[in-house]
């Protein structure tokens, strides 16, 4: 039992390149998460799908975009990478969409963008 | 979603106790109280969870008034391995339009 893992685990990208950071959970859950999180500061959520099928924007989601692939899978998408998207970035997942639900974390993927 | 307010760092010593509180003025009827812990160079992690009252686990002890204005997470006899950044969060099941906000959390640093 994995539980998140998120794929790679660094990442230098040059302005204006593309990449997907990719996120699985192997616990049946139905909503997960991306988050990115700047040195020294909280995690500020991107976007969420609260269960297979939908998404919803977070609180900073300009410049991504994300899949629920199937149940298992949310990928985030960087289409044209900025220098301002240098950050590490966590997938989580919870049962269900309640923000009373414990979330569960991935051990993040570090993004540097030049 | 209730804003909570939380000091941004703590220090302590080895094997004391350490209280971290937490306050949200506005916390909605249906609203629980979580902490996270996030270690260095990791995802956040579960600690507890409450409505009112106390609730222990094998971790942490949350305390929390009757007017659940504020919260208090108690962590007995911490160790150097207790040093982390913890985060309370309130919110609900209902209420999916608001995002969940970690915050900048606290910043537990323990001293030999």
């Known amino acids: 039992n994995a539980g998140v893992t998120q794929t790679p685990k660094f990442q230098v990208l040059k302005t204006g390149q593309s990449m997907t950071l990719q996120c699985a959970q192997d616990?049946?859950?139905?909503?997960m998460y991306w988050y990115r999180q700047d040195p020294g500061m909280g995690l500020r959520l991107i976007y969420y799908?609260?269960?297979?099928?939908?998404?919803d924007k977070g609180e900073v989601p300009n410049g991504y975009n994300v899949s629920r692939l199937n149940k298992r899978e949310f990928s985030l998408r960087l289409e044209s990478a900025a220098p301002s998207q240098t950050s590490v970035y966590f997938c989580?997942?919870?049962?269900?969409?309640?923000?009373?639900?414990?979330?569960?974390f991935g051990p993040g993927t570090r993004l540097t963008v030049l | 979603l209730a804003k909570t307010t939380q000091p941004i760092s703590m220090d302590s010593y080895e094997g004391q106790e350490v209280n971290i509180t937490c306050s949200h003025n506005n916390i909605a009827t249906n609203d629980y109280i979580t902490w996270y812990q996030q270690f260095p160079s990791q995802g956040p992690r579960f600690i507890i969870q409450g409505y009112k009252t106390k609730v222990t686990n094998e971790v942490a002890s949350l305390f929390i008034p009757a007017d659940r204005k504020s919260s208090t997470l108690s962590l007995p006899r911490v160790s150097l391995s207790d040093t982390a950044v913890y985060y309370c969060?309130?919110?609900?099941?209902?209420?999916?339009?608001?995002?969940?906000?970690f915050g900048k959390g606290t910043r537990l640093h323990i001293l030999p």
């Open positions: 616990m049946n859950h139905n909503s």
């Open positions: 969060l309130v919110g609900d099941e209902v209420n999916r339009d608001d995002k969940i906000i």
């Open positions: 799908s609260a269960s297979e099928g939908t998404t």
């Open positions: 989580a997942s919870s049962e269900s969409g309640g923000w009373d639900n414990e979330q569960f």
